[in-house]
């Protein structure tokens, strides 16, 4: 299993960002996806999930409103697109799938929400 995150940045107050995880490995199509994100000090906390086919998904409450969380089967890759960005969105933003009760993590990739 490969998970590989891309698509963060420096951004300031208010923009937008789109990160993308690319999935390897195993049948993506069968499986929910979720991100997560870990701010420095901070513990890691659950972004968004989506379900294996896409008609379900969740969000935590400060991702409510401004995040929206995707997926391509035929790509293999899960997004989240992130609006209306703030400071305390910064983090290293992780993509997540458990499989065969085992957890696995992409390396994350790092936003930075600054003026």
């Known amino acids: 299993v490969q998970l590989v995150e891309s698509g963060g940045g420096l951004v300031q107050p208010g923009e937008s960002l789109r990160l993308s995880c690319a999935a390897s490995?195993?049948?993506?199509?069968?499986?929910?996806m979720r991100w997560y994100r870990q701010a420095p000090g901070k513990e890691r906390e659950l972004v968004a999930g989506i379900s294996s086919g896409g008609e379900i998904t969740d969000y935590a409450d400060s991702a409510k409103g401004r995040f929206t969380i995707s997926r391509d089967n035929y790509k293999n890759t899960v997004y989240l697109r992130m609006n209306s960005l703030k400071p305390e969105d910064t983090a290293v933003y992780y993509c997540?799938?458990?499989?065969?009760?085992?957890?696995?993590w992409g390396q994350g990739t790092q936003v930075t929400v600054s003026s």
């Open positions: 997540y799938v458990r499989r065969r009760a085992v957890d696995y």
């Open positions: 490995g195993f049948i993506f199509s069968s499986y929910g």
